[in-house]
């Protein structure tokens, strides 16, 4: 079935350091990807989305780019910031329902 | 706009005591809808999903069920809470049609402390 694959965490960065979590698919098909953040306490907020290959999402001055070839969707941040600390979780759309299919979630802590 | 309102936001339950979680949606109809469990330091279980009024799959049975008496509304439910039902409970929805594109939309979540 479909499934996908985050690297583990957590992520402890310092401020104004680059940030790269790896997220890896498996699908029949032709999926949509999603991140999405959630913050201390609080729900999930999508952070960005691609529907097809080769598209790349951004926001709030993160990317990723729907890489067919490698089955991948990496997230990245130039300059990350204390604030960017939260837990980040990549999804795709799969099955007969379009239904969201979760990675695990990685934590990112980002240091003064 | 659509907003997605669940409550309450913090929940501290006795062990064997019943249990009524509720979420609403406005501003769309016929919204697909979502029960999640996020225990601490894990991630995300789907508890339970809606298309429609009185439909309700199960992901994983427990001793947990969900209702949908209304169009925008999503109620999660439990006769005898268990230490283990302790954990963040999110709701969502996503667009009836059969997109793959939109994503969900999530509330606030609540925090269950069973004890």
């Known amino acids: 079935g479909d499934s996908v694959t985050q690297m583990e965490g957590p992520v402890t960065l310092s401020e104004e350091a680059f940030l790269t979590i790896n997220c890896t698919y498996t699908a029949t098909g032709y999926p949509s990807l999603f991140w999405y953040v959630q913050y201390p306490g609080e729900g999930l907020q999508l952070l960005l989305k691609a529907t097809k290959a080769d598209d790349k999402g951004s926001n709030k001055g993160f990317e990723a780019t729907y890489r067919k070839e490698t089955t991948s969707f990496h997230l990245e941040k130039g300059s990350v910031q204390v604030s960017d600390s939260a837990v980040y979780f990549c999804a795709l759309s799969g099955g007969s329902q379009g239904n969201l299919i979760f990675g695990k979630g990685t934590k990112l802590s980002v240091k003064p | 706009s659509q907003t997605i309102h669940q409550w309450p936001a913090t929940l501290v339950q006795p062990v064997g005591s019943p249990l009524s979680l509720e979420c609403t949606v406005e501003g769309t109809s016929n919204p697909n809808l979502y029960w999640y469990r996020q225990a601490a330091g894990r991630g995300l279980q789907l508890l339970f999903y809606s298309v429609g009024i009185g439909q309700i799959s199960s992901e994983v049975p427990q001793n947990l069920s969900a209702s949908r008496p209304q169009d925008r509304q999503f109620i999660l439910s439990s006769k005898k809470l268990l230490l283990s039902d302790s954990g963040f409970y999110l709701c969502?929805?996503?667009?009836?049609?059969?997109?793959?594109?939109?994503?969900?939309?999530f509330g606030s979540g609540t925090r269950l402390t069973v004890v």
């Open positions: 969502a929805w996503s667009p009836g049609q059969a997109t793959t594109n939109y994503g969900y939309t």
